[in-house]
């Protein structure tokens, strides 16, 4: 038996808090590309569609409550929880996230603006009421997510039919974390991920993790 086998398995939202407080980064799932990251997946006595069904709402209702962020800065399919004491490091290190100047360096794509610019103007939106191409969704709203323009503000509804999100600006919800992050440097925020990140794989270094988090070549 291994030591992380001894450890006690989580079971409650406060206990994935303080098991996301503790390693500061996990996927939801366990993900084969990213294997050697922790997972709270791996850290419950739940495996696959088990470990979703009961975990589904704490994702929600923990990043709701903002006790931790939970969102797709890896890749679409590899949503991750963060803790909202490396949130700031995280937020700082993708350097300008100014939505617009995003767009004009071809860094975010005009229907990503356009949802962007939705929700600025007229506060947090349902997914249904967006302004989305059709089939569009994944896609954009990882980018931003990535980006740390949007995340989840609340819940449409909890049952079939009436389960949904309600997006706003991330900076909004996260403003402490935003406010901390502008006093870090980029370079500092890139080096402090990447010493995380390498608690868990030694041979990861700052490009690895810029390739990852899909940070601009300069920051």
């Given at each position: 038996?291994?030591?992380?086998d001894?450890?006690?398995?989580?079971?409650?939202?406060?206990?994935?808090?303080?098991?996301?407080?503790?390693?500061?980064?996990?996927?939801?799932?366990?993900?084969a590309?990213?294997?050697?990251?922790?997972?709270?997946?791996?850290?419950?006595?739940?495996?696959?569609?088990?470990?979703?069904?009961?975990?589904?709402?704490?994702?929600?209702?923990?990043?709701?409550?903002?006790?931790?962020?939970?969102?797709?800065?890896?890749a679409?399919?590899?949503?991750?929880?963060?803790?909202r004491?490396?949130?700031?490091?995280?937020?700082?290190?993708?350097?300008?996230?100014?939505?617009?100047?995003?767009?004009?360096?071809?860094l975010?794509?005009?229907?990503?603006?356009?949802?962007?610019?939705?929700?600025?103007?007229?506060?947090?939106?349902?997914?249904?009421?967006?302004?989305?191409?059709?089939?569009?969704?994944?896609?954009?709203?990882?980018?931003?997510?990535?980006?740390f323009?949007?995340?989840?503000?609340?819940?449409?509804?909890?049952?079939?039919?009436?389960?949904?999100?309600?997006?706003?600006?991330c900076?909004?919800?996260?403003?402490?974390s935003?406010?901390?992050?502008?006093?870090?440097?980029?370079?500092?925020?890139?080096?402090?991920?990447?010493?995380?990140?390498?608690?868990?794989?030694?041979?990861?270094?700052?490009?690895?993790?810029?390739?990852?988090?899909?940070?601009?070549?300069?920051?």
């Open positions: 038996m291994t030591e992380a001894e450890k006690p398995l989580i079971s409650t939202p406060e206990q994935c808090v303080e098991f996301v407080n503790q390693v500061q980064i996990c996927t939801w799932r366990q993900n590309r990213f294997k050697w990251m922790p997972s709270l997946e791996m850290a419950t006595p739940w495996r696959g569609m088990q470990l979703t069904h009961e975990t589904w709402f704490w994702k929600d209702d923990l990043h709701i409550s903002r006790s931790l962020y939970f969102g797709m800065l890896i679409p399919d590899t949503p991750v929880f963060v803790s004491r490396f949130l700031p490091a995280l937020i700082a290190a993708q350097g300008d996230i100014d939505a617009e100047s995003l767009h004009e360096t071809g975010l794509a005009s229907n990503a603006i356009r949802v962007y610019r939705h929700i600025e103007q007229h506060g947090p939106t349902a997914t249904a009421a967006l302004p989305w191409q059709q089939g569009s969704r994944m896609l954009y709203l990882a980018t931003l997510q990535q980006k323009l949007l995340t989840k503000y609340d819940l449409t509804g909890r049952t079939r039919g009436k389960y949904g999100y309600r997006w706003c600006l900076e909004d919800a996260f403003a402490e935003f406010e901390q992050a502008q006093r870090l440097r980029v370079l500092e925020a890139r080096e402090q991920v990447t010493r995380v990140f390498a608690n868990y794989n030694p041979e990861i270094t700052v490009d690895i993790v810029r390739k990852m988090l899909r940070w601009p070549t300069e920051g």
